[in-house]
């Protein structure tokens, strides 16, 4: 498991994109989660986001917030660095 989690919602609009493929290939220190429900009520139905070590990431497409994720991963592992 890695030293960053990044929590999915599996009704996410960010779902449109593979995330946790992607996410888990570029940076083996990611631990990509998926659940049903992050407790953001209509959230996962509006905008695609994601939670970042704690930290909610949106955008309006799920492009944008791939690369609005890996950002917040680079910040969260140069803590590590």
Request: proline letters at 4%; a negative charge.
């Amino acid at each position: 498991m890695g030293i960053v989690v990044v929590e999915i919602c599996d009704g996410s609009l960010i779902n449109e994109l593979p995330i946790e493929e992607i996410l888990e290939e570029e940076y083996p220190e990611v631990a990509v989660l998926e659940s049903s429900c992050l407790s953001f009520c209509g959230m996962c139905a509006k905008r695609p986001y994601a939670i970042v070590n704690g930290k909610r990431i949106f955008a309006k497409t799920a492009e944008e917030c791939l690369e609005l994720i890996k950002k917040q991963i680079e910040i969260e592992l140069a803590i590590y660095a």
